[in-house]
């Protein structure tokens, strides 16, 4: 969770993101008035969506990534102050100043090191009956881009992992969350071919892998990778998660 983000490019090419956060607001019924974190803003998409469904709540935007907040800060500047941000870890005992009734969370958990500290510590931030709706990825996602980074230079597979929904559960249940359930969706998504794909790629799949690579060795190396993707689709498989605060 600590890699900062090229928040300016994220923001042009995270309509599967949004897409997918979207599903997720749909899935909660509000009353208008929560209070509400955003646990993984990124540049503040599903943000404003999130906090257009307040109007008279609030929202705490948190990423990890500064350019990610700051990013997300430009776009729901005429929210006020019923939006706050934070740059925080996850990973991490959040600052907040008061337990909050929803958390909602898009592509991010996977980002995450320790499951069982990130819930926990979801859990130390919200009220009794507070509710987590969220998304992530889950087992088998971006199965192809795995196994083609498995054959490529020394192996790594990379700092994000995904989980199965039993473990999941088990996790969440461990950590004070009730009425838990988890489920894996596949999400295959096809993208433009040539540049808009590459860019995703360099972008979110792929970063952390060129941030260990020579600059000029990294355009390369996402052409390699999209040469033997072949098409220009990726395997996308979501967890989602909706508890209940204990």
């Known amino acids: 969770m600590s890699r900062d983000w090229d928040?300016?490019?994220?923001?042009?090419?995270?309509?599967?993101?949004e897409r997918w956060g979207r599903a997720v607001l749909d899935r909660v019924t509000l009353t208008g008035s929560e209070l509400a974190l955003d646990a993984g803003c990124g540049s503040g998409r599903v943000t404003e969506a999130l906090a257009e469904r307040l109007p008279d709540g609030r929202v705490v935007a948190v990423d990890a990534s500064p350019s990610m907040v700051e990013a997300a800060r430009r776009r729901l500047g005429r929210f006020g102050d019923r939006i706050t941000f934070l740059v925080a870890d996850l990973g991490q005992r959040l600052p907040l100043a008061e337990p909050?009734?929803?958390?909602?969370?898009?592509?991010?958990?996977?980002?995450v090191a320790d499951h069982?500290?990130?819930?926990?510590?979801?859990?130390?931030?919200?009220?009794?009956?507070?509710?987590l709706a969220a998304q992530f990825g889950g087992a088998g996602n971006v199965g192809r881009i795995l196994h083609v980074l498995a054959a490529m230079g020394d192996g790594w597979l990379g700092p994000a992992h995904f989980e199965t929904a039993e473990a999941t559960d088990r996790r969440?249940?461990?950590t004070g969350w009730t009425n838990v359930r988890c489920w894996l969706r596949p999400e295959p998504t096809r993208f433009e071919p040539g540049e808009p794909f590459e860019r995703f790629l360099t972008t979110v799949a792929l970063g952390p892998h060129l941030d260990r690579l020579p600059p000029d060795a990294r355009r390369p190396f996402v052409r390699e990778v999209v040469r033997r993707l072949g098409e220009p689709v990726l395997d996308f498989v979501r967890l989602n998660v909706d508890a209940v605060r204990g």
């Open 7 to 17: 928040a300016r490019t994220y923001d042009a090419i995270a309509a599967p993101q």
């Open 116 to 131: 069982d500290a990130l819930f926990a510590n979801l859990a130390d931030v919200t009220r009794p009956g507070g509710r």
């Open 100 to 111: 909050v009734d929803l958390i909602v969370s898009t592509a991010t958990f996977h980002w």
């Open 172 to 174: 969440l249940t461990a």
